[in-house]
């Protein structure tokens, strides 16, 4: 008799487990029919191979095992395909490592919950399969001879795989049967994921706030551990205290064959007639009233300067070629340089303006960084607060428009909104703000409190909130309904019960392929077991 850890099943369960005997061997043991009769060797599939292709919890897995489930699933594939195979082909080892692996770890977790097939159930197996009949339709020992030995099976290996395909079964079997959903819950789940809901969100961030830093706190904050902060920060920001001297600029590129980087129009392009259309484009940017970055957008060969008006921004003599540097480091604020050659073409640069180099101690730093981190510190409650007494204004029924006026703030829609995300359309955030909005009922409801996403906070609304009519939720569909939660169930039952079986085993260094197998195709580095050929 089988069981189900304290579980027992009786004989007509068992009869029940194992009666679709002929499905089982289908879904088992693919290869059967197809080596039988022939089929199963693609052309060019010559597997050379050594050792046992995996081992899990101490059973092996052999050549033979991979090689048929290779071939099965090569002609299987191959027929799908056709001429797409050749593009997949590279795959099919590790997809039947997996498989067999799979398989193992499936077993395991049968025989460790009291599930296994029996002697008998097999015979039943053996005696229903039509390809080992002869003509009478009885079972054919010759049938099944040719069958072993075609296959490099031994009778023992055969029972073997039949016996662990039909316990992998009848564990699927059982976990479909226990994983029930009555109708009536499958009719509130229908309701739960076919409502659709909109809220609308108002969003308080950072900058809608002002802490006031006084004297004493800062003094304070200076006293205690302040110093010490306030030190990490001078050191993570070098760039906000000691800065090179920078100019911002924009220039037009005129590039040519050769030039680096040089790509499009520029690349067929000589010297020779780059430089003079620089010498062009120098005398249209010095002409009176004339629109430097309208001109670079125009005729640039800088791909992002067409976009940006030749707009290069602020930078350091470093950031850029000797030649470009020397020159637009030489300009003032409004001066448009001659024509300029470096590696990548010739330019005509026009400085905006100029940073001068800084230099700031921490020393001299220390009072600004205080003030900083003590409003960064401050702005979280003092947003908390503000979010709050706005949500207690909305409650009350007050007016807001006056305060959302003065802060910039507009109410935003979240659009439709699926029962069970992960995050609220627009706004981000997570299950939790998900739920508070399935939770409200009446369109204009409140959620119940003040949102953090990040350091924003979120106030919700319900905009919109349809329910599916559960008059068209007819016997037949619930009945549909009830049966696919039910497989949903069962799927995730058993994925679970497999992933822990893994887990373990991995753990225990259970689990052990053979790299030579999962490479066929590739370079392989052969077996990484001292025994991988036992």
Not at 246 to 269: D, E, M
């Amino acid at each position: 008799m089988l069981r189900w850890k304290d579980k027992s099943i009786s004989d007509m369960d068992r009869q029940k487990l194992f009666r679709n005997s002929g499905a089982y061997l289908l879904l088992g043991l693919s290869v059967v029919a197809m080596t039988f009769f022939g089929i199963c060797s693609p052309k060019g599939d010559t597997l050379m191979l050594s050792g046992n292709a995996a081992k899990v919890a101490g059973e092996k897995i052999s050549q033979s095992e991979f090689q048929r489930s290779y071939r099965a699933m090569s002609e299987r594939l191959q027929s799908q395909y056709q001429d797409g195979f050749e593009s997949i082909k590279r795959e099919i080892p590790r997809y039947v490592m997996q498989q067999l692996v799979d398989g193992r770890i499936s077993n395991i977790a049968a025989l460790s919950a009291g599930i296994e097939a029996q002697d008998d159930d097999v015979v039943r197996v053996l005696q229903d399969a039509k390809a080992f009949q002869d003509e009478s339709g009885k079972f054919s020992s010759v049938a099944f001879e040719n069958y072993l030995r075609s296959n490099k099976h031994t009778e023992s290996t055969f029972n073997s795989d039949v016996r662990r395909s039909l316990t992998n079964q009848a564990l699927q079997q059982f976990v479909s049967e226990v994983s029930y959903v009555s109708r009536k819950t499958a009719a509130l789940n229908y309701r739960f994921k076919e409502t659709k809901m909109e809220a609308d969100f108002l969003k308080l961030d950072a900058s809608m706030v002002k802490v006031t830093v006084a004297a004493a706190d800062l003094a304070k904050f200076l006293n205690d551990a302040g110093k010490a902060k306030v030190k990490t920060y001078f050191e993570g920001h070098p760039s906000d205290y000691n800065t090179k001297e920078r100019v911002k600029a924009r220039h037009v590129l005129i590039s040519f064959t050769g030039a680096r980087n040089v790509s499009g129009v520029g690349a067929l392009r000589s010297k020779a007639d780059a430089q003079k259309q620089a010498a062009e484009v120098l005398k249209q940017v010095s002409a009176p009233g004339a629109d430097f970055s309208k001109i670079a957008s125009s005729l640039t060969d800088e791909a992002s300067g067409k976009t940006r008006g030749g707009d290069l921004g602020f930078f350091a003599r470093e950031d850029m070629a000797k030649e470009f540097s020397e020159a637009a480091f030489a300009l003032t604020p409004g001066q448009i340089s001659a024509v300029v050659e470096s590696p990548f073409g010739f330019h005509v640069i026009k400085v905006e303006e100029k940073q001068a180099a800084q230099s700031t101690t921490l020393e001299q730093a220390t009072n600004a960084i205080a003030t900083k981190l003590l409003e960064q510190e401050g702005a979280p409650a003092l947003l908390q607060q503000m979010g709050d007494a706005i949500l207690a204004d909305l409650k009350a029924g007050k007016s807001i428009d006056d305060r959302l006026k003065s802060l910039k703030a507009k109410w935003e829609t979240t659009g439709n909104i699926e029962s069970g995300s992960a995050s609220l359309p627009n706004a981000g955030g997570g299950v939790d703000m998900v739920d508070a909005v399935a939770q409200l009922a009446n369109v204009g409801d409140l959620a119940g409190k003040v949102f953090d996403v990040r350091g924003a906070k979120f106030i919700l609304r319900l905009k919109s909130r349809v329910v599916p009519d559960e008059a068209k939720l007819d016997d037949k569909k619930q009945r549909e309904l009830a049966k696919s939660a039910s497989a949903v169930a069962a799927n995730s039952l058993l994925k679970s019960l497999q992933a822990t079986t893994r887990k373990n085993l991995e753990e225990k260094g259970k689990i052990w392929e053979n790299p030579q197998y999962t490479t066929i195709g590739k370079a392989s580095n052969g077996p990484a077991e001292d025994d991988a050929g036992g």
